[in-house]
Protein backbone atom coordinates (compact mmCIF):
# COMPACT_ATOMS: atom_id res chain seq x y z
CA UNK A 1 0.00 0.00 0.00
CA UNK A 2 1.65 3.80 -0.95
CA UNK A 3 1.36 5.55 2.32
CA UNK A 4 0.30 9.62 1.89
CA UNK A 5 3.20 11.30 1.49
CA UNK A 6 5.29 13.22 4.34
CA UNK A 7 5.42 17.12 3.64
CA UNK A 8 5.23 18.86 6.26
CA UNK A 9 7.56 19.13 9.19
CA UNK A 10 7.45 21.00 12.45
CA UNK A 11 10.08 22.47 14.61
CA UNK A 12 9.57 23.61 17.69
CA UNK A 13 11.65 26.44 18.39
CA UNK A 14 9.89 28.53 21.08
CA UNK A 15 12.13 26.97 23.94
CA UNK A 16 14.22 29.22 25.79
CA UNK A 17 17.25 27.53 26.36
CA UNK A 18 18.41 27.45 29.69
CA UNK A 19 20.32 24.53 29.66
CA UNK A 20 23.36 26.64 27.77
CA UNK A 21 22.88 29.96 29.32
CA UNK A 22 23.96 32.77 29.37
CA UNK A 23 24.90 32.21 25.53
CA UNK A 24 20.93 32.30 24.99
CA UNK A 25 19.99 35.26 27.02
CA UNK A 26 19.72 37.57 23.60
CA UNK A 27 20.56 34.80 21.20
CA UNK A 28 18.22 32.00 20.41
CA UNK A 29 19.52 28.68 20.76
CA UNK A 30 18.83 27.43 17.43
CA UNK A 31 21.26 30.15 16.35
CA UNK A 32 24.10 29.31 18.10
CA UNK A 33 27.01 28.31 15.47
CA UNK A 34 27.50 24.84 15.46
CA UNK A 35 31.40 25.69 14.03
CA UNK A 36 30.18 27.64 10.48
CA UNK A 37 26.60 27.89 10.74
CA UNK A 38 23.89 27.95 12.90
CA UNK A 39 22.37 24.49 14.89
CA UNK A 40 19.33 24.96 13.22
CA UNK A 41 20.68 24.55 9.66
CA UNK A 42 21.24 21.44 10.05
CA UNK A 43 18.40 19.86 11.14
CA UNK A 44 16.74 22.15 7.86
CA UNK A 45 19.38 20.20 5.78
CA UNK A 46 18.02 17.27 6.91
CA UNK A 47 14.60 17.81 6.69
CA UNK A 48 15.34 18.88 2.78
CA UNK A 49 17.19 15.68 1.96
CA UNK A 50 14.01 13.42 3.58
CA UNK A 51 11.98 15.66 0.80
CA UNK A 52 10.38 17.74 3.45
CA UNK A 53 8.67 20.64 1.49
CA UNK A 54 7.15 22.66 3.83
CA UNK A 55 9.05 23.74 7.34
CA UNK A 56 6.29 24.57 10.30
CA UNK A 57 8.46 26.74 12.90
CA UNK A 58 6.42 26.87 15.89
CA UNK A 59 8.29 30.18 17.36
CA UNK A 60 8.13 32.12 20.80
CA UNK A 61 9.05 36.02 22.13
CA UNK A 62 12.13 37.11 21.06
CA UNK A 63 12.91 34.65 17.96
CA UNK A 64 12.77 37.08 15.15
CA UNK A 65 16.08 36.31 14.63
CA UNK A 66 15.28 32.79 12.86
CA UNK A 67 12.87 34.33 10.81
CA UNK A 68 15.27 36.91 9.63
CA UNK A 69 17.72 33.84 8.90
CA UNK A 70 15.97 31.94 6.56
CA UNK A 71 15.07 35.59 4.70
CA UNK A 72 17.10 37.70 2.69
CA UNK A 73 19.72 40.37 3.59
CA UNK A 74 19.80 42.83 1.02
CA UNK A 75 22.24 45.04 2.19
CA UNK A 76 24.64 41.91 3.38
CA UNK A 77 24.33 40.25 -0.19
CA UNK A 78 24.71 43.96 -2.05
CA UNK A 79 27.80 43.98 -0.52
CA UNK A 80 29.13 40.96 -1.40
CA UNK A 81 28.30 41.51 -4.99
CA UNK A 82 30.21 44.65 -5.06
CA UNK A 83 33.49 43.30 -3.43
CA UNK A 84 32.92 40.29 -6.21
CA UNK A 85 32.24 37.47 -3.08
CA UNK A 86 30.49 35.06 -5.22
CA UNK A 87 30.66 31.69 -3.36
CA UNK A 88 30.06 33.20 -0.31
CA UNK A 89 26.81 35.00 -2.10
CA UNK A 90 26.06 30.98 -3.20
CA UNK A 91 26.15 30.10 0.13
CA UNK A 92 23.63 32.71 1.41
CA UNK A 93 21.48 31.67 -1.48
CA UNK A 94 21.42 27.84 -0.94
CA UNK A 95 20.22 28.25 2.24
CA UNK A 96 16.87 30.19 1.53
CA UNK A 97 13.67 28.63 1.24
CA UNK A 98 11.01 28.66 -2.07
CA UNK A 99 8.95 31.02 -1.61
CA UNK A 100 6.14 30.23 0.60
CA UNK A 101 7.46 26.98 1.81
CA UNK A 102 8.13 27.98 5.37
CA UNK A 103 5.64 29.25 8.20
CA UNK A 104 5.72 30.71 11.33
CA UNK A 105 2.67 30.06 14.29
CA UNK A 106 3.76 31.42 17.87
CA UNK A 107 3.48 29.56 21.26
CA UNK A 108 2.24 32.12 23.30
CA UNK A 109 3.47 30.28 26.62
CA UNK A 110 6.02 27.31 27.34
CA UNK A 111 3.41 24.62 27.87
CA UNK A 112 5.58 21.71 26.61
CA UNK A 113 6.63 19.81 23.59
CA UNK A 114 2.99 18.30 22.78
CA UNK A 115 1.30 21.94 23.29
CA UNK A 116 4.33 23.16 20.92
CA UNK A 117 2.96 20.66 18.33
CA UNK A 118 -0.69 21.29 18.83
CA UNK A 119 0.03 25.05 18.02
CA UNK A 120 0.87 23.96 14.31
CA UNK A 121 -2.49 21.99 13.30
CA UNK A 122 -3.89 24.49 11.09
CA UNK A 123 -0.98 24.63 8.97
CA UNK A 124 -0.58 20.95 8.51
CA UNK A 125 -3.62 19.86 8.54
CA UNK A 126 -5.03 16.31 8.23
CA UNK A 127 -2.45 14.73 6.59
CA UNK A 128 1.12 12.82 8.00
CA UNK A 129 3.53 14.72 9.12
CA UNK A 130 7.46 14.89 10.59
CA UNK A 131 8.60 16.32 13.68
CA UNK A 132 12.56 17.25 14.60
CA UNK A 133 13.49 18.42 17.30
CA UNK A 134 16.19 21.28 16.44
CA UNK A 135 18.46 20.63 19.88
CA UNK A 136 19.60 17.48 18.06
CA UNK A 137 21.90 17.24 15.33
CA UNK A 138 22.52 14.02 14.01
CA UNK A 139 25.54 13.16 11.88
CA UNK A 140 25.15 10.11 10.41
CA UNK A 141 28.34 6.98 9.83
CA UNK A 142 29.98 7.03 6.62
CA UNK A 143 27.63 5.60 4.21
CA UNK A 144 24.20 5.55 6.14
CA UNK A 145 21.44 7.90 5.35
CA UNK A 146 20.53 11.20 7.06
CA UNK A 147 17.86 9.86 10.32
CA UNK A 148 14.57 11.44 8.92
CA UNK A 149 15.09 9.65 5.53
CA UNK A 150 15.87 6.23 6.83
CA UNK A 151 12.53 6.86 8.79
CA UNK A 152 10.93 8.01 5.71
CA UNK A 153 11.35 3.89 3.95
CA UNK A 154 9.94 2.91 7.18
CA UNK A 155 7.22 4.92 6.90
CA UNK A 156 7.04 3.90 3.02
CA UNK A 157 7.50 0.03 4.11
CA UNK A 158 5.34 -0.01 7.64
CA UNK A 159 2.88 2.98 7.45
CA UNK A 160 1.75 4.50 10.54
CA UNK A 161 4.06 6.02 13.32
CA UNK A 162 7.58 6.04 13.21
CA UNK A 163 9.85 7.09 15.92
CA UNK A 164 13.98 7.54 15.45
CA UNK A 165 16.10 5.68 18.42
CA UNK A 166 19.85 5.72 19.45
CA UNK A 167 21.42 2.85 21.92
CA UNK A 168 22.26 4.36 25.12
CA UNK A 169 24.41 2.85 28.17
CA UNK A 170 21.73 0.98 30.11
CA UNK A 171 22.47 2.90 33.57
CA UNK A 172 21.57 6.04 31.56
CA UNK A 173 18.05 4.41 30.49
CA UNK A 174 16.71 6.60 33.26
CA UNK A 175 17.54 9.97 32.07
CA UNK A 176 15.89 9.40 28.71
CA UNK A 177 12.35 8.61 27.05
CA UNK A 178 12.60 5.20 25.98
CA UNK A 179 11.04 2.42 23.76
CA UNK A 180 9.73 -1.02 24.53
CA UNK A 181 10.72 -2.76 20.94
CA UNK A 182 8.66 -5.82 19.62
CA UNK A 183 8.91 -7.58 16.60
CA UNK A 184 11.50 -6.94 13.56
CA UNK A 185 9.73 -5.41 10.35
CA UNK A 186 11.27 -5.45 7.07
CA UNK A 187 11.80 -2.27 7.45
CA UNK A 188 12.59 -1.12 11.29
CA UNK A 189 11.07 -3.07 14.14
CA UNK A 190 7.73 -2.38 16.25
CA UNK A 191 7.23 -0.05 19.11
CA UNK A 192 5.50 -1.60 22.18
CA UNK A 193 5.51 1.07 24.63
CA UNK A 194 7.25 3.97 25.87
CA UNK A 195 8.26 5.57 29.01
CA UNK A 196 9.54 8.51 29.66
CA UNK A 197 12.55 8.67 31.97
CA UNK A 198 11.99 5.05 33.86
CA UNK A 199 12.94 4.83 37.04
CA UNK A 200 16.73 2.49 37.36
CA UNK A 201 16.53 -0.94 36.78
CA UNK A 202 13.23 -0.61 34.85
CA UNK A 203 13.92 0.69 31.62
CA UNK A 204 12.15 -1.77 28.85
CA UNK A 205 15.34 -1.29 26.60
CA UNK A 206 18.13 0.91 25.91
CA UNK A 207 16.61 2.66 23.35
CA UNK A 208 16.18 6.14 23.70
CA UNK A 209 13.54 8.63 21.60
CA UNK A 210 15.86 10.57 19.78
CA UNK A 211 14.43 13.62 18.84
CA UNK A 212 13.12 12.87 15.38
CA UNK A 213 9.26 11.42 14.85
CA UNK A 214 7.07 10.71 11.70
CA UNK A 215 2.84 11.05 13.12
CA UNK A 216 -0.37 10.74 11.85
CA UNK A 217 -2.75 14.21 12.54
CA UNK A 218 -4.65 12.14 14.76
CA UNK A 219 -2.06 13.16 17.16
CA UNK A 220 -3.52 16.64 17.21
CA UNK A 221 -7.20 15.50 18.51
CA UNK A 222 -5.16 13.39 21.63
CA UNK A 223 -3.17 16.80 21.98
CA UNK A 224 -6.42 19.09 22.01
CA UNK A 225 -7.58 17.45 25.61
CA UNK A 226 -4.17 15.81 27.03
CA UNK A 227 -3.41 16.65 30.25
CA UNK A 228 -0.34 18.28 31.94
CA UNK A 229 2.48 15.91 32.84
CA UNK A 230 5.74 15.79 33.65
CA UNK A 231 6.86 19.37 34.62
CA UNK A 232 3.23 20.48 34.37
CA UNK A 233 3.73 20.39 30.66
CA UNK A 234 1.62 18.93 27.90
CA UNK A 235 4.30 16.05 27.02
CA UNK A 236 3.99 14.63 23.37
CA UNK A 237 5.13 11.20 24.71
CA UNK A 238 1.79 11.11 26.92
CA UNK A 239 -0.25 11.85 23.37
CA UNK A 240 1.72 9.28 21.08
CA UNK A 241 0.98 6.78 24.18
CA UNK A 242 -2.60 6.88 23.58
CA UNK A 243 -2.33 7.32 19.82
CA UNK A 244 -0.71 3.91 20.15
CA UNK A 245 -3.90 2.08 21.01
CA UNK A 246 -5.41 2.90 17.75
CA UNK A 247 -2.41 3.27 15.73
CA UNK A 248 1.09 1.57 15.08
CA UNK A 249 4.48 2.85 15.61
CA UNK A 250 7.36 1.65 14.72
CA UNK A 251 11.02 2.79 15.52
CA UNK A 252 14.07 2.92 13.30
CA UNK A 253 17.43 2.61 14.91
CA UNK A 254 20.01 5.76 13.39
CA UNK A 255 23.67 4.34 12.38
CA UNK A 256 24.99 7.62 13.56
CA UNK A 257 25.43 9.96 16.22
CA UNK A 258 23.22 12.48 17.92
CA UNK A 259 24.57 15.20 19.40
CA UNK A 260 22.16 17.52 22.27
CA UNK A 261 23.14 21.17 21.18
CA UNK A 262 20.68 22.25 24.13
CA UNK A 263 23.49 20.67 26.51
CA UNK A 264 26.95 22.72 27.03
CA UNK A 265 29.05 19.71 26.66
CA UNK A 266 26.85 18.20 24.13
CA UNK A 267 27.11 21.50 21.61
CA UNK A 268 30.93 20.97 22.50
CA UNK A 269 30.95 17.95 21.34
CA UNK A 270 28.73 19.02 18.21
CA UNK A 271 30.90 21.94 17.27
CA UNK A 272 34.01 19.66 17.69
CA UNK A 273 32.71 16.40 15.74
CA UNK A 274 31.44 18.94 12.73
CA UNK A 275 34.47 20.80 12.81
CA UNK A 276 36.61 17.64 12.22
CA UNK A 277 33.96 16.43 9.16
CA UNK A 278 34.09 19.97 6.96
CA UNK A 279 35.79 19.26 4.26
CA UNK A 280 37.48 22.66 3.92
CA UNK A 281 38.53 23.31 7.52
CA UNK A 282 39.16 19.36 9.01
CA UNK A 283 42.53 19.02 9.02
CA UNK A 284 43.27 22.56 10.67
CA UNK A 285 40.48 21.69 12.94
CA UNK A 286 42.01 18.65 14.20
CA UNK A 287 45.43 20.51 14.96
CA UNK A 288 43.97 23.29 16.60
CA UNK A 289 42.22 20.62 18.57
CA UNK A 290 45.27 18.72 19.51
CA UNK A 291 46.87 21.88 20.24
CA UNK A 292 44.34 23.30 22.84
CA UNK A 293 43.96 19.53 24.37
CA UNK A 294 47.96 19.11 24.73
CA UNK A 295 47.99 22.64 26.71
CA UNK A 296 45.32 21.77 28.92
CA UNK A 297 46.58 18.26 29.78
CA UNK A 298 50.13 20.61 30.18
CA UNK A 299 48.34 22.64 32.71
CA UNK A 300 46.86 19.60 35.01
CA UNK A 301 50.30 18.35 35.61
Known amino acids: MTQPKIRKAVLPVAGLGTRVLPATKAVPKEMLAVF ?3 AIQYVIDEARDAGIEHIVFVTGRNKSAIEDYFDRAYEL ?25 VSFVRQQAPNGLGHAVWCARDVIGHEPFALLLPDMIMVPDDGARQCLAAMMDVYGAEGGNVIGVNAVAPELAHQYGIVATGAQKSQGFAITGMVEKPPKGTAPSNLYINGRYILQPEIFDILATQERGAGGEIQITDAMRKL ?38 GADALAALTDEIAIAAAKAR
Open 36 to 38: DRP
Open 244 to 281: MADQPFHGLKFAGRVYDCGDKIGYLRATAALALANDAF
Open 77 to 101: EDTLRQKGKTDVLGDLEAILPAPGS
